[in-house]
């Protein structure tokens, strides 16, 4: 049952970053844990982060970008 269940998520999801001032994308990895971010001025990121918060990110209609980012990456390192 866990093998379908890996099987359907998807290996990299991008988070829509238009409202976001600071950040220019936004990919989180399920499977892996790991958030890759963007930021305006060319800087790359990556970072560990709960399944449970990316899976909140990936369902989620109103997402606010900032405010996931802020709640549960930045505190993270």
Do not use: Q
Not at 38 to 58: C, D, E, Q, W
């Amino acid at each position: 049952m866990l093998n379908k269940i890996y099987e359907s998520l998807p290996l990299f999801y991008n988070v829509d970053c238009s409202d976001c001032f600071n950040l220019e994308a936004l990919i989180l990895s399920p499977i892996h844990g790991v958030a890759m971010m963007r930021t305006k001025n060319g800087h790359l990121y990556s970072a560990p982060v709960k399944r449970t918060a990316i899976f909140s990110a990936m369902f989620t209609k109103n997402l606010s970008v900032s405010e996931w980012v802020n709640d549960n990456v930045m505190f993270t390192y």
